[in-house]
């Protein structure tokens, strides 16, 4: 075992461990609606920390399960992990963060991420904020971490591991090198000067790749804008 993987799995003991043992019992019983009813049992009164075990069950998943999450040796899934944030009381950011990423590899999801996808309310209510919005500088930080995750797919060599449909067109040189170029604080005219660097044979997939990535992350303005100042394939002005 690599020694990355060893501090890893550290990371996740030490952190689940301390985040079960954190949590306050008594508490629980007035909460029970708001986490399981069906699994609360009076049984946990009488407790003061939470076993392993315990987790477990509230969790509704068998203990070697949890054992293996907390131990760091098997993947959570996101609804454990949710769970698991609710019953120990999570809502700081920096702890939300660091519980994925020495799980699961990435980072809690902004509410950019989350938008057009169909997942859980308590994820879409947990997630952070990350400035979207409706205007070009906004958009950019956005775009950048979309750009980041399609190249993350592209060089992992499945493309459609992503959600726009127009990453398996481009290279990831591509679109490195354009969003790269691309200042947090961009408007629209910078943007499409950064983008229409992008070779001759690459651009109107590029275009498209950009144009549905705004869409999705709701900015639709911005989008339109995109494509009235000229970012065209033929050109790329």
């Known amino acids: ?13 030490s952190l689940f461990s301390a985040l079960r043992k954190s949590v306050d019992v008594s508490q629980l019983g007035a909460r029970r609606h708001e986490l399981r009813d069906g699994l609360w049992t009076d049984f946990l009164y009488a407790k003061k920390s939470l076993s392993q075990s315990d987790m477990a069950y509230l969790l509704g998943v068998s203990s070697g399960t949890y054992e293996g999450v907390e131990r760091g040796l098997k993947a959570p899934s996101v609804e454990l992990l949710l769970a698991f944030g609710r019953i120990c009381g999570i809502r700081d950011a920096a702890t939300l963060d660091r519980l994925w990423k020495v799980s699961l ?8 991420d989350l938008v057009g996808l169909r ?5 879409r209510a947990l997630a952070l904020a990350d400035g979207g919005g409706g205007g070009s500088p906004d958009a950019v930080p956005a775009l950048q ?3 980041l995750r399609a190249v993350s797919a592209l060089l992992g060599g499945d493309p459609a591991a992503d959600a726009n449909p127009h990453t398996g067109r481009l290279t990831a040189r591509c679109l490195a090198s354009a969003f790269s170029a691309v200042p947090l ?3 629209a005219e910078e943007l499409v000067r950064a983008l229409s660097t992008v070779e001759a044979g690459l651009r109107a997939p590029c275009r498209d790749w950009v144009v549905w990535e705004l869409r999705r992350l709701g900015h639709v303005e911005s989008a339109r804008r995109l494509v009235e100042r000229g970012f065209r394939a033929d050109d790329g002005a």
Do not use: I, K, V, Y
């Open 145 to 147: 971490a979309a750009a």
């Open 105 to 112: 590899g990435r980072p809690f999801p902004r509410a950019s």
């Open 1 to 13: 075992m690599s020694s990355a993987e060893m501090d890893r799995q550290e990371a996740c003991r």
């Open 185 to 187: 604080g961009a408007g």
């Open 119 to 123: 997942l859980p309310d308590e994820l």
